[in-house]
T-cell receptor, first 111, second 114 residues
Framework: AQRVTQPEKLLSVFKGAPVELKCNYS??????LFWYVQYSRQRLQLLLR??SRESIKGFTADLNKGETSFHLKKPFAQEEDSAMYYC?????????????FGTGTRLTIIP | ETGVTQSPTHLIKTRGQQVTLRCSSQ?????VSWYQQALGQGPQFIFQ???????GRGNFPPRFSGLQFPNYSSELNVNALELDDSALYLC?????????????FGEGSRLTVL
């Protein structure tokens, strides 16, 4: 069965320091992976997806199939990055809108 | 462009009762998915509706059922409520013809079962 693991429930980082939010997955097929974010008093929204290979708000994530990981990284944390972050995997159902989410990591940026 | 709206925002029920939650999809979106988010957990996929038919279901019992209407709005019905059904229920819409994996979420309906 597919599974997404986010080992850190809470992560605190000083402003300006690098950020890495860990995500590991288990899936037998070719995964599609996403990071969703929920800022305070806002709804859950897509941050980035691995197929796009894009950087959003300074964040990047590389899919490592050997390590089955999709860690989210940012070189210099900003206060506005404080939020709840969820890693998600598409599958096993047909169509890539059916997601399996991890339990989330609450990121706090310390001024 | 109107986003995903859900109603009610909060409700309290007792064990054994039935509940109906409603969702209006974002303009132009024809696919609606429902997720359950228990406290401290990530959202868990319940089912998805496309063209008024169920199109994929997660590991939820049959007492969780849904509908999609011609205007793409949707309902989630839960019968014989149990204490463990207490959770935030999220609706998400997406445009099937541009399947990108991006879901557009509502703010959720928080259900408390006593």
């Amino acid at each position: 069965a597919q599974r997404v693991t986010q080992p850190e429930k809470l992560l605190s980082v000083f402003k300006g320091a690098p950020v890495e939010l860990k995500c590991n997955y288990s899936y037998s097929g070719s995964p599609e992976l996403f990071w969703y974010v929920q800022y305070s008093r806002q709804r859950l929204q897509l941050l980035l997806r691995h197929i796009s290979r894009e950087s959003i708000k300074g964040f990047t994530a590389d899919l490592n199939k050997g390590e089955t990981s999709f860690h989210l990284k940012k070189p210099f944390a900003q206060e506005e990055d404080s939020a709840m972050y969820y890693c998600a995997l598409s599958g096993p159902w047909f169509g890539n809108e059916k997601l399996t989410f991890g339990t989330g990591t609450r990121l706090t940026i310390i001024p | 462009e109107t986003g995903v709206t859900q109603s009610p925002t909060h409700l309290i029920k007792t064990r054994g009762q039935q509940v109906t939650l409603r969702c209006s999809s974002q303009s132009g979106h024809n696919t609606v998915s429902w997720y359950q988010q228990a406290l401290g957990q990530g959202p868990q996929f319940i089912f998805q509706y496309y063209r008024e038919e169920e199109n994929g279901r997660g590991n939820f019992p049959p007492r969780f059922s849904g509908l999609q209407f011609p205007n793409y709005s949707s309902e989630l019905n839960v019968n014989a409520l149990e204490l463990d059904d207490s959770a935030l229920y999220l609706c998400a819409s997406s445009p099937r013809d541009r399947a990108s994996g991006e879901l557009f979420f509502g703010e959720g309906s928080r259900l408390t079962v006593l």
